[in-house]
């Protein structure tokens, strides 16, 4: 039998990367539970003390981590920042190939502009912390938040959405990049996807549907592409 003095000691690095890895998981769990707390009783409502409680931590656990509770907050922002750009950072990037072929066609431009309307459909209303994430920035834009999410937006990838986006449709519809009326006509083809989300329960009763599935996302895309296709066919410029 081996005495247990024997057993090689894990080496301080292999303990320190066990102890940060257990660190991440915790920052994570109190970030993903601060989410839905904001999300349900705003700002105000939700204490430290009861998202410390609800993550299954002390509260000195949760002022290591986010010093305060303005800290916790901001790191739920970064967070729902961030997720925002790893999940639109690619279809962007394709979308951009497409703008820079002078070869493409009116229909692979429309499609680019299709796969942007999906990707928004799909983030919007598919991940399990959609909803969170939907009433996390209500509260923002009543002002019932300290107001940091949308500059972190800013700096992130909405630039760069509403710049393609708009581009996109400029190119499909002959119009000039500067038109005064190409913004308000991209917010209002991306305003037809955004509204299932910002009014889910009422418009989910009216449609006879019990949740926005796989398949409920698909009829929505289909619906908004083909919705799209008559707008911007009647923007063209002859």
Excluded at 10 to 21: K, T
Excluded at 144 to 171: I, K, N
Excluded at 176 to 205: A, E, W
Excluded at 208 to 236: C, N, T, Y
Aim: contains cysteine; proline residues 5%; glycine residues 6%.
């Amino acid at each position: 039998m081996t005495d247990a003095s024997d057993r090689p000691a894990r080496s301080p690095r292999h303990r320190a990367e066990a102890s940060y890895a257990r660190g991440e998981e915790t920052r994570r769990r109190i970030i993903e539970v601060a989410m839905r707390l904001f999300a349900e009783r705003g700002f105000e409502g939700a204490s430290t003390r009861e998202i410390a409680k609800a993550a299954g931590v002390n509260a000195p656990a949760l002022q290591y981590y986010f010093d305060n509770k303005e800290g916790v907050y901001r790191a739920c922002a970064e967070y729902i920042a961030e997720s925002s750009r790893a999940y639109f950072a690619p279809v962007v990037a394709r979308t951009e190939a497409v703008l820079e072929d002078p070869a493409a066609t009116p229909e692979q431009v429309f499609g680019a502009f299709g796969d942007m309307l999906d990707a928004l459909t799909d983030f919007q209303l598919l991940p399990d912390d959609a909803e969170y994430r939907r009433l996390f920035i209500a509260h923002e834009q009543v002002g019932h938040a300290p107001g940091v999410l949308f500059a972190l937006f800013d700096s992130t990838v909405r630039p760069r959405m509403g710049e393609v986006s708009a581009r996109l449709v400029a190119r499909y519809c002959g119009l000039r990049p500067t038109d005064p009326m190409l913004p308000m006509r991209v917010m209002m083809l991306c305003g037809q996807v955004m509204v299932f989300s910002l009014g889910k329960r009422t418009l989910l009763s009216k449609l006879g549907w019990d949740q926005f599935g796989p398949d409920e996302v698909a009829k929505i895309k289909r619906a908004a592409r083909d919705h799209a296709r008559v707008l911007m066919d009647s923007w063209k410029q002859s």
